[in-house]
């Protein structure tokens, strides 16, 4: 029989788990305990316990470092982890573009995050989903298909059954989903051309995505069109539309910064905020795909939001100063 042997006490999911150490029990640290006691636990969540009050020792609120010893009475009041709270539905502010008994159209706005994940367990599109469609928690991830980064605005779409999802899922890897971006870029970008390079994590920094030194690197393909350059102050900037082929992660960041063009206001991958860009200024701005039911091919388009205009205005374009154009 080892040293941390307990003797439980029922309890409601109101009330703590009683554990009682027995009397041959080596004193130890009140974390340490708890990780033999609750294995199913990571340290980590059982020290969050700990620190919100959660444990208690001899009638006592714990502290991490409490020694425990003999005979000592242990309550604990579980607490459900974050992830386990983050399909739920909850009131989010974000614009349906267009909805049918299969598909769901979304605008998302800069700032908002797509799915719930560490640090963004709520308040994000999926939890506002799941508040509009309650449906949505019977298909997979809420019916989220594709993603766009957290200060990406624009359209993407999201299934609202299981079939639709499939389908939806299987034309992203057929590379049929046609999505366009606009993106505001440092320098003077000509022509048009394919940037053609695997993206994995980066080697060297685990937040950034990298074509030059990636980890399981995975096929990226970006078609780029620049529209126009101007300046700002003594800073070139142009503007690109972008269509991927493939969906990767920070895939049109990480490809124009490849180019040395990378976006304004996009700190990450070195841009600046140039023109005042507080954020990456990249806007999915056409959708199309085939309709999962139907076969119709529905194609979407989203304006520009107003602070992607606003930076846009601070530009002296070629051809005239503040160039409105979209």
Not at 109 to 133: I, K, M, Q
Request: net charge negative.
């Amino acid at each position: 029989m080892s040293d941390t042997e307990i003797a439980t006490e029922d309890a409601s999911p109101d009330e703590p788990v009683l554990f009682e150490l027995p009397l041959r029990a080596l004193p130890d640290r009140l974390d340490k305990v708890l990780a033999r006691l609750l294995p199913q636990h990571s340290r980590s969540r059982l020290q969050t316990w700990i620190e919100d009050g959660c444990v208690q020792v001899d009638g006592t609120v714990g502290k991490i470092r409490t020694r425990v010893g003999p005979g000592a009475r242990i309550q604990v009041w579980p607490q459900q982890a974050p992830e386990d709270l983050a399909f739920v539905p909850e009131p989010v502010d974000f614009e349906v573009v267009a909805d049918s008994p299969d598909w769901i159209v979304v605008n998302k706005p800069a700032g908002l995050v797509t799915h719930p994940g560490a640090g963004n367990w709520h308040g994000t599109l999926l939890n506002g989903l799941l508040h509009r469609y309650p449906e949505l928690l019977h298909v997979a991830r809420a019916g989220i298909v594709h993603r766009l980064d957290k200060d990406t605005s624009g359209l993407l779409v999201v299934a609202r059954t299981e079939v639709a999802q499939t389908a939806l899922v299987r034309q992203l890897q057929a590379r049929t989903v046609k999505r366009e971006y606009c993106a505001l870029v440092h320098g003077l970008l000509e022509g048009q051309g394919t940037v053609d390079a695997a993206i994995g994590r980066d080697a060297r920094v685990p937040v950034r995505m990298s074509a030059e030194r990636p980890i399981a690197a995975k096929p990226a393909v970006t078609h780029y069109a620049a529209q126009r350059a101007g300046h700002c102050g003594d800073q070139a900037v142009s503007e690109v539309l972008c269509r991927l082929e493939t969906g990767r992660t920070h895939q049109i960041r990480v490809h124009m910064a490849l180019l040395k063009h990378p976006l304004l206001g996009d700190a990450l991958y070195g841009g600046r905020s140039t023109a005042g860009a507080a954020r990456q200024m990249l806007h999915a701005r056409a959708l199309s795909f085939q309709d999962p039911v139907t076969g119709t091919q529905p194609a979407f388009t989203a304006d520009l939001p107003e602070d992607f205009r606003a930076v846009q205005a601070q530009v002296n374009w070629d051809g005239g100063p503040h160039d409105e154009r979209a």
